[in-house]
């Protein structure tokens, strides 16, 4: 059977009709920029204080797309009579973002929070070369990383809030015992029963 004719231009008008009335969902990226919430793979930030260059992330990464360098110092012996020490010093900490698949396992393993997810997204390149980036534009993007979301108020204290909790009562009662000493010995001695 052969199709009305003018059917096609009804049902097309009908189509643009519904859509009209549709809100819109197109993004006018990059007139305007995407509201996108505050947890975003965008692109991980390096806390390089807290890396002890464990190499965890780097042998845990499946695409083994991060690169870390370093050297061993020695730190000499805190006390007298002690033992020097030796600690890695970080020299070169990079992730290839060409071969990075946003699986977030470098985050979650390192054990001394030194990596975070950044929502920053708009670090595309035409050469694919330029994806690796070194520790100082990871630095950078570290302070475009959100705050944590606020703690349940029913929360029980994280043990590390805990322990530096203790540790701060403990030296603040030091100090109040040390300052009720100095003031007993430098107060005037009260004259004794009798005495003129
Ligand atoms: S997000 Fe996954 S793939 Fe990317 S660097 Fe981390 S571990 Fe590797
Ligand atoms: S796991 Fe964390 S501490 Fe260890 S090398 Fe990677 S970033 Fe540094």
């Not at 509201?35 to 965008?42: A, M, N, V, Y």
């Not at 006390?79 to 992730?95: H, M, Q, T, Y």
């Not at 520790?135 to 959100?146: F, G, I, N, Q, S």
Request: charged share 25%; net charge negative.
């Amino acid at each position: 059977m052969s199709p009305v004719p003018g059917s096609g231009l009804a049902k097309g008008l009908a189509v643009t009709l519904r859509t009209m009335t549709r809100k819109t969902v197109t993004e006018q990226y990059p007139d305007t920029q995407p509201d996108l919430p505050p947890r975003t793979r965008g692109v991980i930030g390096l806390f390089e204080e807290n890396c002890t260059v464990c190499m965890l992330c780097a042998r845990e990464c499946p695409d083994w797309c991060i690169y870390i360098d370093s050297h061993k110092e020695t730190v000499p012996a805190a006390a007298p009579g002690g033992r020097e020490r030796s600690r890695n010093v970080l020299d070169r900490f990079a992730i290839d973002f060409s071969l990075c698949m946003y699986c977030g396992i470098c985050i979650e393993v390192c054990p001394f929070d030194a990596l975070f997810w950044s929502p920053e997204f708009e670090y595309a390149e035409t050469d694919i070369r330029d994806l690796t980036h070194e520790r100082d534009k990871l630095r950078e993007w570290m302070w475009t990383v959100p705050a944590p979301p606020a703690l349940d108020p029913g929360a029980e204290e994280p043990k590390e809030l805990a322990a530096a909790r203790k540790t701060a009562d403990k030296l603040a009662a030091q100090q109040q015992a040390e300052q009720a000493a100095q003031a007993e010995q430098t107060a005037p001695a009260e004259p004794k029963e009798g005495e003129s």
